[in-house]
């Protein structure tokens, strides 16, 4: 019984070791599409870019008229990639877009 438990465990190890294990992939953040950011228009108001972005992944520390949006995935193992949008806000309203979307056209 012993010998078995040793040799199934020496073979869980080195399952792991070998290239062809499956890997998962990783997304973090907020999910971000094209579409989305179409929807925006200047001058919405914070709960109307909720509705549509969903909650900021970070909002600036020191003023509320900055939300981040960060998305990044890791696919298999392999390299990271990342997406991220910055919504500036004046007088409580969408004042201007930054980042890798561009509204009305495609991701860069």
């Known amino acids: 019984m012993r010998k078995i438990l040793i040799v199934l465990a020496t073979s869980l ?10 890997r998962i992939d990783i997304p973090q953040g907020n999910v971000v599409t094209q579409e989305m950011v179409d929807q925006l228009r200047p001058g919405m108001t914070y709960n109307q870019v909720r509705f549509i972005m969903g909650t900021p992944l970070i ?20 390299p990271r990639e990342q997406e991220r949008i910055s919504l500036f806000f004046e007088n409580s309203q969408l004042s201007r877009i930054s980042g890798d979307f561009r509204p009305g056209g495609t991701s860069e």
């Open 13 to 22: 190890f080195l399952s792991g070791c070998f290239p062809g294990v499956y």
């Open 59 to 78: 909002t600036d520390t020191f003023s509320g008229e900055r939300w981040d949006y960060l998305y990044s995935i890791q696919r298999g193992g392999g």
